[in-house]
C-alpha cells in the first residue's frame, strides 16, 4: 500500500480517537477485519495498530484484541502525585499520617533547638551518618530480627535513595534484576534511569515462583533478585520461613545479590526473619521512616555485608553527601525515645481500621491483601477495563491507579491498586463504595 494510504488509516483511527468518537475501551476491529475492511496486507494492518500502540492511543492484548486507551489520563494511570488535584480523593498513593504527629514535630523541634550539638548539624556529615545514628539504627533493626552492627549501616535520604544509591553501587547497566511481575514502580523508574534489565517473575501464592526465578538464573546470567518479602507492595504478601529459607539457598547457588526493600515492614507482626538476617553475606537491606513515620520524614537506611559499605558510601557521596543533619536528629531522636515505635503500632491499628472498612464496602470482590497493609490489590473481571474505570473515578475525583506501574510484563492485568493511607476514614468508605459502583457498572457495558 503507498506510505499516504497507510498513514491516512492512521492519521483516521487518531483523529476518532482524539475527538471521542471511539470511546476508551472500545474494543477495535481485528488485525484481519481491518485489513479486508480497507482492502490492505495483514501485515500492513498489524503496522497500523502498531503505530497506534507507539502514539499511546491504543493498547493491543493478548488473546483480547486492541482496545482504545484512555490517553488523557497522566502517565501511570494514577501514581503520580502531581496529577492528583487538591480537590480530588487520592486512593492512588499512600502517606499515612495521625492527627497527633504535627504536635510531636514540634516539641522534637522545641527540643532539638535547646541542644548542645544544634551547631554540629549546621556542617557537612560522614556519608553514611553519625557513629551514634547508625547505633541508633542498628539498635531499631535489631527489634525487627535483624541482628546487624553500626558499621554495616548507612543513613540514606529515604528508603527510594537507598535503593539508588544500592543499584548504582553495586549494579552495572546492562545487567539482569529479576523482579516480581508486579512490584513497586520506584525501582521500575531507578531500574529505567540506571540501564538494567528487569526479568519478571510471575507470582505463586504468597511469594514468588522460585522454580521460575530458577529457570530464569539457568537461562540468563542473572546478577540480582528484588524482594519485598514482608508486605509486598501491591500484593500484600508475606513470604514464609520455608520460601525465604529456599529463596536464600536458590541465591547462593546463583550468586544473586538481594536487594531487600521492607518500607512496610513495620505493620506485620510475626513475619519470619528477614532475609538479610538468613543471608547477610549476600543481601542489602533497604529501609526508611517514611511510611512508618512521616513521608516529608526523608531518612532511610541501608544494612549491607561488609565488602559493599565502602561502595555505598561513595555513591551516597556522589548523589547527596550526607543525609540532612537536622531531619537525621529528629529521626534518631524518634528511634532513642520510643517515638518510632509508638508511631508504628498506632498505625498498624490504623490501617487495621481502614482494611475493615475494605472488607465491609468491597466484600465478595476479589480483593488481594493483607489485614494491616495500607494498600489492596483489586483484580477485574474479564469484561472490565482498568483504564475505563480509571477514568471514570476521576471524572467523581478520585484517583486510583490501574496495574499498568507496577508490572514489569508486557501483558499488563487489569487490575486496581488502592491506597487506604491519605484520607480519613469516613472519605475512605464513600470513596470505596464508589470504586465498587464503577466496577461493577463497568462489568454490565
Known sequence: MPHARYKQVVDSFAAEIRSGALRPGTRLPTHRQLAATHGIALVTATRV????????????????????????????????????????????????????????????????????????????????????????????????????????????????????????????????????????????????????????????????????????????????????????????????????????????QHGLLLIEDAPYAFLGTHAPPPLAALAPELTVYVSGFSKSVATGLRVGFVAAPPASVPQLARAIRATTWNTPGVMTAIACGWLADGTVVQLEAAKRQDAMRRQAVVGEVLQGLPCRRHPASYFVWLPLGEDVRADRVVSALKAQRIAVSSAEPFATTAQVPHALRIALGSVDLDTLRLALAKVRQVVEEDGLR
Request: with cysteine.
Open 49 to 252: 495498530y502498531a503505530e497506534l500502540e507507539a502514539m499511546g492511543l491504543v493498547a493491543g492484548e493478548t488473546g483480547r484484541g486492541t482496545f482504545v486507551r484512555e490517553f488523557s489520563l497522566p502517565s501511570g494511570l494514577g501514581v503520580d502525585q502531581r496529577a492528583v488535584a487538591s480537590d480530588m480523593v487520592d486512593l492512588s498513593f499512600n502517606y499515612p499520617s495521625l492527627p497527633s504527629q504535627a504536635e510531636m514535630l514540634r516539641a522534637a523541634l522545641r527540643q532539638l533547638a535547646a541542644s548542645g550539638d544544634l551547631e554540629a548539624l549546621l556542617r557537612y556529615q560522614p556519608h553514611g551518618g553519625r557513629a551514634h545514628e547508625r547505633e541508633a539504627v542498628a539498635q531499631h533493626l535489631a527489634s525487627r530480627g535483624l541482628a546487624v552492627g553500626a558499621d554495616n549501616v548507612l543513613l540514606v535520604d529515604g528508603a527510594q535513595h537507598g535503593l539508588a544509591v544500592t543499584a548504582m553501587a553495586l549494579l552495572k547497566p546492562g545487567e539482569v534484576v529479576a523482579i516480581d511481575a508486579l512490584t513497586y514502580p520506584g525501582m521500575k523508574a531507578l531500574a529505567d534511569s540506571l540501564g538494567l534489565e528487569l526479568a519478571p517473575v510471575a507470582a505463586d501464592g504468597d511469594g514468588p515462583d522460585l522454580a521460575a526465578l530458577a529457570q530464569l538464573c539457568q537461562r540468563r546470567r542473572v546478577r540480582a533478585y528484588y524482594a519485598q518479602p514482608d508486605l509486598h507492595n501491591p500484593l500484600g504478601w508475606v513470604m514464609s520461613a520455608e520460601r525465604r529459607q529456599s529463596l536464600v539457598a536458590l541465591a547462593r
